[in-house]
């Protein structure tokens, strides 16, 4: 239904030969392609709708018509509502950003609350109330991206090209699903369902690293093209200092969460999880990889070559499978975890093998080694002294090794260069 639309325009927008008359024809078109496509996908649905009732009744569940009508609708809601908050985003427009994002969170939630608490409407109403918060929203988003929103602006050949552009992004981002779930599904079958409750709390506290991954992709994706639109000159190494930037603060999330693992699943958790310690670590540092992707990608897609991250997407859905089989039946959670980590390292250095080819980026490789090679020293510490005690001594190691590898790192920066960059 979204058609990798989202990233096409993101792509686009900010384009050297883009104008304001460009750039609302790239919103419109887009914007009017995700409807015609989210309409088409619900009149499809529609002729299944007496087969999943039938099911649903067979099976006892308390599902009506009216919860599968607006469990459609609100497939469609949502990928509109997203492309409207992606174009806030290309406008560089942060208080519209947060206020859209923030009502329809807080509306979703108290309609979820009384629907089913107060009301006792249970799963149909949880789901009316959200298609409603969004629908009644729908207009306020379009008021807010009006600037480049007309349905005289609509270019039949730009809807086109945003779809030649968008469309692998669907394959890819089905084997990202995969690949994103693949482990799961092979711990429940390979090893225990305990073994698959470990991973699971792991990747939930492994998660918070992951939000510092999320917030600087949020706002990096619309500026990367206008970087380079703005400095012609320079972008390639503007990008390569992002990428070291980005890899330190990654490092320090994902290896300070790393260190203290052990400890903060003792102060936490029950002692029947503490066995998720080492897969946090783990899949910590298989997060900073995933974060780098944001910038080793950014070759292909400048050259607009999107069939190439769904086949390294595929490739690496693959060698996560192959790695899974190998390591769960020994390992459980913590093979899952390492199969994460390598699978990451596999997609962001195949996505940069090809950046480099394709449109190569000024890469500090010197600097980049050091920051690796601090980031394998913490890694191997957190790996090997994961402690579910409160040690005083242990916890004042880990800190100097922390403030230690924090210095260095930031030594290793090229901070002259970035402020430069900046003014």
Not at 40 to 64: G, H, N, R, V
Not at 278 to 305: H, R
Not at 372 to 389: D, E, P, T, Y
Request: glycine share 6%.
């Amino acid at each position: 239904m979204a058609c990798g639309l989202n990233g096409a325009i993101q792509r686009f927008y900010w384009d050297d030969q883009s104008t304001e008359e460009i750039q609302a024809k790239i919103v419109t078109s887009g914007f009017f392609s995700q409807l015609t496509f989210g309409c088409a996908i619900m009149a499809f649905a529609s002729f299944f709708l007496p087969f999943s009732i039938d099911l649903a009744q067979e099976s006892k569940l308390p599902i009506t018509e009216i919860t599968l009508i607006a469990a459609v609708l609100l497939l469609a809601l949502r990928q509109w509502s997203q492309y409207i908050i992606d174009v806030i985003r290309l406008h560089f427009a942060p208080w519209r950003f947060f206020a859209y994002t923030l009502l329809t969170r807080i509306f979703s939630i108290s309609f979820s609350v009384i629907t089913v608490v107060f009301l006792g409407y249970g799963i149909e109403g949880m789901i009316v109330g959200e298609t409603l918060v969004l629908i009644l929203l729908l207009p306020l988003g379009i008021w807010m991206i009006r600037r480049d929103l007309s349905i005289f602006s609509f270019s039949f050949p730009w809807a086109k090209d945003l779809v030649k552009l968008g469309y692998p992004l669907i394959f890819a981002g089905i084997a990202y699903w995969l690949f994103g779930s693949m482990d799961r599904w092979m711990l429940a079958t390979m090893s225990s369902v305990e073994e698959v409750g470990i991973y699971s709390v792991a990747f939930r506290f492994a998660s918070v690293v992951l939000f510092v991954s999320v917030a600087f992709g949020q706002a990096w994706s619309p500026i990367a093209i206008k970087i380079r639109t703005e400095h012609p000159e320079s972008y390639r190494k503007i990008y390569g200092q992002v990428f070291l930037l980005l890899f330190f603060v990654m490092l320090v999330a994902g290896g300070g969460a790393a260190l203290f693992a052990g400890e903060a699943m003792s102060l936490i958790m029950p002692k029947e999880y503490l066995a998720s310690a080492l897969p946090l670590s783990i899949l910590c540092f298989g997060i900073v990889l995933q974060s780098t992707q944001q910038v080793t990608a950014i070759g292909i897609s400048i050259e607009k070559k999107t069939f190439l991250l769904a086949r390294l997407a595929w490739v690496t859905a693959f060698v996560n499978f192959c790695g899974n089989y190998l390591l769960i039946p020994r390992f459980g959670a913590d093979g899952a975890a390492c199969t994460t980590l390598i699978s990451y390292a596999v997609l962001t250095s195949s996505y940069l093998f090809f950046t480099q080819r394709l449109h190569p980026l000024d890469l500090e490789w010197k600097r980049f080694v050091g920051l690796f090679l601090m980031g394998c020293l913490v890694a191997a510490v957190s790996f090997m002294f994961i402690s579910f005690q409160i040690n005083g001594v242990l916890i004042a190691l880990k800190i100097a090794l922390a403030l230690l590898c924090l210095y260095c790192g930031w030594r290793i920066l090229p901070l002259k260069s970035i402020r430069s960059a900046r003014l």
